[in-house]
């Protein structure tokens, strides 16, 4: 079958030339090389800090994509869009880490792929946020275009994690033994929103090194396509998921966390497939969200109608004129920002303005020199207010002048000059909330119990069941709402997504709540669990009425409808800081043992079940309790 296949791919897309007696051109290899958590920092953008031979060599010989964008500032958000050509916020996967049901009839990148006769492979992270099973021919740590049979065409992935926050957070020697000159921290350009310390030099000396070990890989994988007679018949990806792994990239709605090194190989004899680029540096903004669609277009396959990106080669090359941004939950912290970039302006409106990027989470406050740091000279006084904003409430709004300030120091937000500009991006983003059915405005617990019959994606296109249009009326008043009597039709909704973002406004007024006690009490026996434990944290932090909320948050913590909601529920209880003391017997009794297990010695697994036991930790932990 996948031989018919492969003579249809020929005839079709490389016909033969008759007059010149050209025998048809095979269809091309596809190789994408990916790693994790760096930022543009590579010796092909310029940057003197790099040493990245192989991926230098193979720029020289390629391009350069200078507008090269994830979707989401975190791995596996950003990877679900990969694979799908879909923003995640439209399927649901845009939290990390969680399990989502998918449509039955959704194909990945993959699979679309093998449908035109392809072998293909992944060596071997997935983390979609939803099952990979049966989507590759070859899935796991020895996956690999050697492994097909007869020859055919291959779409092959490999994933490096050498460059991973966990790796670039701490030293071990093992890492980078392999190189034989090491970055030297006085060497580094720190920037302005670091402290200039020793660690921090240390630290991305060390980015660097880990960066230098990732492109010895790219090196050798270059090297195996020659050993194979393949280099000249394979298109190479070679690009990272997000930014770098530190405070103010990874998660950060900002160009640090968004922007992304890409480097394409096309060979020669494939030229004709990326005749829209000229050689060198390539301006054209790209989002991951094309990716899929665009190596679709490469193989000559159909794009599917249900795929929201564009393929950005070739004949068929559509160029964007805005690349959209996502930050949701990631480990146990929630958040809902949304960004809009025009290729000069960066417009961010965050949903959830009263939660700081850097929250009182294990993610942030265990084992991580970055962080460490970070706390190490803000506990001296002495950190800048630059470094001081990732510890504060974000704004409502953002807009930066990246031509101008490439790193985003000077929000322009109130600027009369730019009003236009953020009133023209706002508008964008909106329209693409609703035009996208984004689900990140349904409280995940809420979200899943509703997707449970079919799948996210479809439940969010049943507009009995989800109204985008509704919820963001409500949700654009958080942060910004003068008059809490304005709420009064929101909290008296039927839609539990509506009555959530009334919460929310309450939770985020900076003023006097105490008008909207009888309402929030009355949310403790809302119909959504989500709702009822976030009115919970406000009765305890904001309203001094204890008693009857920690009541609702024992009874939650035990009979949660599943455990997206109990994820909700430890949140909840962490951000209740020593408040949370009544409350430790049973979360030691009862709530732990339903979680344990092997990962790091203390979780069940990696997604719901560690999340929840961090988020309990941290609460130990807020309650002058140890852990083991």
Known sequence: MRVLLLSLIVVGLFPSCKQDEKEPINPPNILWISTEDISPAWGCYGDSMATTPNIDALASQGYVFTQAFSNAPICAPARATLITGMYATSTGTQNLRSTIPMPQNLKILSQLVSEKGYFTSNNSKTDYNFSPNDKWDDLGNQAHWRNREDKLPFFSVFNFGITHEGHANKYNPDDTKSLKKKHDPKDMIVPPYFPDTQEFRKILAHQYDLISVF???????????????????????????????????????????????????????????????????????????????????????????IMEGKSFLGTNAQNKKYIFGYRDRADDVFDVSRSIFDGRYLYIRNYLPHRPYIQNAQIFNTGKRSYDELFRVKNLGELS?????????????????????????????????????????????????????????????????????????????????????????????????????QLEKYIQSQDPSVRFWALNAIDAFEGDISSQKENVLDALDDSSQPNQGLAAEILINKLNRPKEALGVLEGLLQHPENEVVLLHIAVNVRNLGGKAAPLIPLIKEKVFPKIAGDVWGRYKNWSYPMFIGMALDQTLINCGESIE
């Open 215 to 305: 492109d010895q890989e790219v090196g050798k994988l270059i090297e195996q396509l020659k050993e194979d007679d393949l280099y000249e018949n394979t298109i190479i990806f070679v690009f990272s998921d997000h930014g770098f792994g530190l405070p103010r990239y990874k998660r950060w709605l900002y160009d640090t966390g968004l922007r992304v090194p890409f480097v394409l190989h096309a060979p020669e004899k494939y030229k004709h497939l990326v005749s829209n680029l000229n050689a060198g540096n390539v301006d054209t903004m790209v989002g991951f969200v094309d990716f899929a669609p665009t190596v679709l277009g490469l193989v000559g396959a159909e794009i599917p109608p």
């Open 385 to 485: 207010e630059e470094s001081l904003k990732m510890f504060k409430p974000k704004a409502p709004e953002e807009l930066y002048d990246l031509q101008q300030d490439p790193n985003e120091l000077d929000n322009l937000i109130e600027d009369p000059q730019y009003e236009e500009v953020k009133n023209k991006l706002h508008e964008k983003v909106k329209d693409h909330i609703v035009e996208t059915r984004d689900t990140g405005f349904m409280a995940e617990g809420q979200m899943m119990i509703l997707g449970e019959n079919s799948s996210v994606y479809e439940m969010a296109r049943d507009t009995s069941q989800y109204r985008p249009e509704h919820v963001l009326e409500i949700a654009e008043l958080v942060g910004q709402i003068q008059d809490l009597n």
